[in-house]
DNA sequence: ATTGGGTAGGAAATCGTTTCCAAATGGGTC
DNA sequence: GACCCATTTGGAAACGATTTCCTACCCAAT
């Protein structure tokens, strides 16, 4: 004796299996009585629905795919579970995809999300979206929405495609008129690159700050590395080291910043008389050092659940007239790692 | 025209259905030449298989299931990602329920899992397992492997479930031992309670270090708090601010280290000549704190590939004569924050 | 009393696969 | 050339639900 099915219910309610299927899903054209022996039946007889043979039936898997290059980054996770709750209540499923960064690794998941029959997909790639990755995933038909990163197309904040995007470039451009207002005229930014839309509209940010402010875009020092907490150590003392040293540096990223406070002990520059330090992206690193490190925070959750909002509206049938992206804030949290520089 | 069904790949190669089915899964019986024409057939159509039809036939989902309380916690999503990693190798999707600790969350998904029919499930649940959330879990048939939690029976170490467990009270214990080594004779440990197995296992190993040296036990101090850098910051400010005070602390976990080293600085205690630090948990504000915080590290990455192997290995069936359990090793990083105690 | 609109509920089709069964084919041996 | 056994192969039956179609029926209105 197996599973229970609705036949078994049916048949325990004397029904006919349509009606069964009726009377559970309390679809129209079901008498009082049907519904009450049919409830009675299932209750009695302890019966599951059995998602597999309705999704096949009804063309929809009741899941939704999340393809991420790093679960185990903390901003992905933070936003992963927002989303996941979120979809949960609407009772959807969340599987992941790690990509790893892996082109390949994300082809494959596409084709297997299509193969599956998943309802939707959240993306956030490791790279800016690779045009085939892409293609694959709107070839299966089911809305995409995109994670804070530009669409494949390149066509900037008028894409059409729904995204949940990060001002990255505000907040970049805040902290700078921070630390600008401050006296800081030779800033570096720590980056791991313009890879990805994050990283390169931060550096707008950064950039457009100092010109805003009539300065010499010279101080405006951008430097690319790995985002290893290693390479950021050597990066940064190479930077402090020199003569004519910056007076302010930003740090993006947990490990990059912890590099930079490494290199600034290494250096015995105080912080922040002889060195400001402001941190993208809040982290208990920051909060905690001593002293605490000003840092650019948004909120992951919100990230999370914005996307499974966009989401779920694809699916209800409303996109049309609906908002396609949502914007979010950065905010800046001060410290007290940045002061005026010292006087030369 | 919808989906290129196998159907189609039949009668474009000019067999039966069934001979398309059977060429395409690589099965015995197929000549040579239709194994030809059907998979020309289906690159030429460009046929991509229905898992949820195939699923609901081999009544397999190929998908694993991952009950999780915390995905946000970095602990638990180095572990998720390394096991999707290796299940994902071996065919199979990950889909995550994130229980935030809530058991009827717990229940729902497990009441989830059994209707979407996964293969197996992966389970770390906030609280030890939870008899009823269990009893579903393993009600739907499908193999179960815990992730560093204790079996619901209670039946610590001679579970008959399989499980990965972490040595958490080995390395607790090396860790005191060797703090007594130091000198130290009052040591805290500051921990959020021994709700679950790791934290059981610590103050077990943690104490079990004083008793085997022949020290009062008296000069083990456990302290439970919430998991909360503000709580842990209360915590500790009493504990070392009072009379005949700790010269060493353990933190578990990050939010209780940062409490603790905000108030080892209120205290004006500097590290490690006034008080010893160690951390129970290796993260970047251990490794970046100045001085580096001597840690107790281990593989995330080891504890989700063994679940993942442990799990794949019942689902192959040879579940049989196989180990059901893996026990895996915490090693004592030595850094710069632990020292003998200042003379009185 | 007949008709018409509407509801209830049963029978059957469908979703796209895998697998079972029986028939057919092929080759080798006596 | 007949017989036998082992492969192939086509046809059909699952898998477990939803949904369409269609008939039977009830009640009210003409």
New interface residues.
């Given amino acids: 004796m197996g599973r229970i099915t609705i036949r078994d219910v049916a048949q325990a309610a004397g029904v006919s299996l349509g009606s069964a299927s009726r009377a559970l899903n309390g679809g129209k054209h079901v008498s009082a009585r049907i519904a009450r022996d049919v409830a009675a039946a299932a209750k009695q007889l302890g019966y599951?629905?059995?998602?597999?043979?309705r999704?096949?039936r009804t063309r929809s898997?009741g899941?939704i795919g999340c393809l991420v290059s790093?679960?185990?980054?903390?901003l992905y996770?933070?936003t992963?579970?927002a989303a996941?709750?979120r979809l949960?209540d609407a009772g959807y499923?969340?599987?992941?995809?790690?990509t790893?960064n892996e082109p390949a690794?994300e082809r494959a998941a596409a084709?297997?999300f299509?193969?599956?029959?998943l309802d939707g997909v959240l993306v956030a790639p490791g790279s800016d979206a690779n045009n085939e990755t892409w293609r694959g995933l709107v070839a299966g038909g089911s809305p995409v929405v995109i994670l804070d990163r530009d669409a494949p197309d390149g066509d900037g904040d008028d894409s059409p495609w729904p995204a949940v995007l990060v001002d990255h470039r505000g907040g970049a451009q805040a902290a700078t008129r921070y630390l600008i207002g401050l006296g800081h005229r030779r800033i570096a930014l720590l980056t791991p690159g313009a890879r990805m839309r994050p990283g390169r509209e931060r550096i707008a940010g950064f950039q457009a700050a100092f010109t805003e402010a009539g300065l010499d875009p010279a101080g405006a020092i951008v430097s690319t590395q790995e985002s290893s907490?290693d390479f950021a150590h050597g990066d940064a003392l190479a930077l402090l080291g020199g003569s004519n040293r910056p007076t302010a540096l930003i740090a993006l990223g947990?490990?990059i910043l912890?590099g930079a406070?490494?290199a600034a002990?290494d250096l015995n520059l105080s912080l922040p008389n002889d060195l400001s330090v402001l941190s993208v992206g809040d982290?208990?690193?920051a909060?905690?050092?001593?002293p605490a490190i000003t840092a650019l925070r948004w909120s992951?959750e919100d990230v999370g659940r914005a996307a499974a909002e966009l989401l779920l509206q694809r699916l209800r049938g409303d996109g049309a007239g609906a908002a396609t992206r949502a914007l979010l804030p950065v905010d800046l949290v001060l410290r007290e790692s940045c002061a005026a520089p010292a006087k030369t």
Same sequence: chains 1, 2.
Avoid: C, K, W, Y
Wanted: glycine share 4%; aromatic share 2%.
């Fill in positions: 599951e629905p059995d998602f597999l043979a999704s096949l898997s899941m790093d679960v185990a980054n903390p996770a933070g992963v579970q996941e709750a949960r499923l969340l599987v992941i995809a790690n790893a690794r084709a297997e299509r193969g599956r029959r907490m947990t490990r912890a406070l490494r002990r982290t208990d690193l909060a905690v050092h001593a992951l």
